[in-house]
């Protein structure tokens, strides 16, 4: 699992994915998560906009990545 430091207290679900290199893009940020693909915290999200906090764990594809702090 790799840890993605983000700076501010949140980010949306669709950015985080291209953030951690587990989507190309945004276009498929958006497919990917309609379609019921990707896990956060081990559940289904179907929402592009879910706000993620640090420690929560986004899985898509059989990788996983855990939002993280700078400060780590």
């Known amino acids: ?3 993605v430091p983000i700076r501010d207290e949140s980010i949306r679900l669709g950015q985080f994915l291209k953030l951690a ?3 190309d893009s ?4 958006k497919a990917v ?3 019921g693909m990707v896990e956060v915290n081990g559940e289904i999200e179907t929402r592009r906009g879910r706000q993620l906090k640090r420690g929560d764990v986004v899985g898509f594809a059989g990788n996983q990545a855990r939002v993280a ?3 780590q």
Request: charge should be negative; aromatic fraction near 6%; glycine fraction near 6%.
């Open 1 to 3: 699992m790799n840890d």
């Open 21 to 23: 290199s587990l989507i």
């Open 26 to 29: 945004g276009a498929d940020a």
């Open 33 to 35: 998560i309609a379609e």
């Open 69 to 71: 702090s700078y400060d």
